[in-house]
């Protein structure tokens, strides 16, 4: 079960924050070689954050954002602690805002909340994945 839920990640991470090297999708395959040509990689801060609840799963991501070479800003709870989830999505959202941050990852145990308590940040949009 772990290793299906680590593959789900790894297709998601790399799909919105692309890997050191780009391997060619079904998509790009059906392009033509002269569209293919894209600037290199781009290295991106990423604040990433979650409650209790959700502590394993953004370790995970942590890990993999690093290995990728992307910056990784926590604003989570840290291991073994409790946390709420609005207070780490204001955090999130206000790395992001402040444009310290690229993107934002909160995680938590429906997502709803924590997309409404970011949306109440100017200039954020956020929705439950």
């Not at 569209?35 to 979650?50: D, E, Q, Y």
Request: charged share 30%; aromatic share 4%; net charge positive.
């Amino acid at each position: 079960m772990d290793e299906i839920f680590a593959k789900r990640i790894e297709r998601v991470v790399e799909e919105t924050f692309g890997t050191a090297e780009r391997a060619p999708t079904a998509r790009t395959r059906s392009r033509p070689a002269e569209r293919l040509a894209r600037p290199t990689s781009r290295r991106l801060r990423v604040a990433i954050g979650s409650d209790h609840r959700g502590q394993v799963l953004k370790r995970q991501i942590r890990e993999y954002l690093v290995e990728l070479g992307h910056t990784v800003v926590d604003c989570g709870v840290e291991e073994g602690k409790p946390g709420d989830y609005p207070d780490i999505a204001l955090r999130v959202a206000g790395e992001v805002a402040r444009r310290t941050c690229d993107f934002g990852i909160v995680i938590d145990a429906v997502g709803v909340g924590s997309a409404i308590a970011a949306n109440k940040v100017r200039g954020i949009r956020a929705a439950a994945c």
